[in-house]
């Protein structure tokens, strides 16, 4: 039954991709996420603030910078920690979900090989490369595209920041 087939094979792919995301996205992407974040953030910092401190004179940039080195930041480890917390939850919880998700998979393609004769072995075989190359795909995008994609517009920060100031 070559109908079977597809259908158990398409259950494999599916689990195999959800799962590979999921897992993906906690152990690589989140991280290439945070770089991203903190990348754009420079670049906006510097896009903003670069024309006032050219248009300041030693004087005023020796003022703002002594006055800055008073100004004291909130304690943001609790904070962090509970976000950290939470961030660890939440993928202790999902990548069980999707692991159990892909072994459902494919326990259901097993029991449909008893009712419909199809190469069970060829089927994950095939998805296991289908996967492989998704892998290789996603790794390269994520590295070398989603990385270097500037997201936030510059004058969209500076007009915000204007208008919070009326």
């Given amino acids: ?45 510097d896009q903003l603030f670069s024309p006032l401190v050219y248009g300041l004179n030693d004087t005023q940039l020796d003022t703002v910078l002594k006055a800055l080195d008073k100004t004291q930041l909130p304690d943001m480890k609790k904070a962090d920690a509970k976000v950290k917390k939470e961030n660890q939850q939440l993928m202790t919880t999902v990548i069980p979900i999707f692991v159990g998700f892909t072994v ?16 069970y072995g060829h089927q994950a075989m095939h998805n296991g490369l289908m996967l492989l190359v998704v892998m290789c795909v996603y790794f390269l995008f994520m590295t070398f595209v989603a990385r270097e994609f500037f997201l936030i517009d510059t004058n969209y920060v500076r007009s915000v920041m204007l208008r919070s100031m009326q």
């Fill in 1 to 45: 039954m070559v109908v079977a087939g597809k259908v158990a094979g398409g259950m494999m792919a599916v689990g195999l991709v959800a799962t590979f995301v999921c897992t993906f996205f906690f152990l690589y992407v989140s991280d290439i996420e945070r770089q991203v974040v903190q990348l754009q953030m420079s670049r906006i910092v």
């Fill in 104 to 119: 459902l998979c494919f326990a259901a393609a097993g029991f449909m090989r008893l009712g419909f004769k199809f190469n």
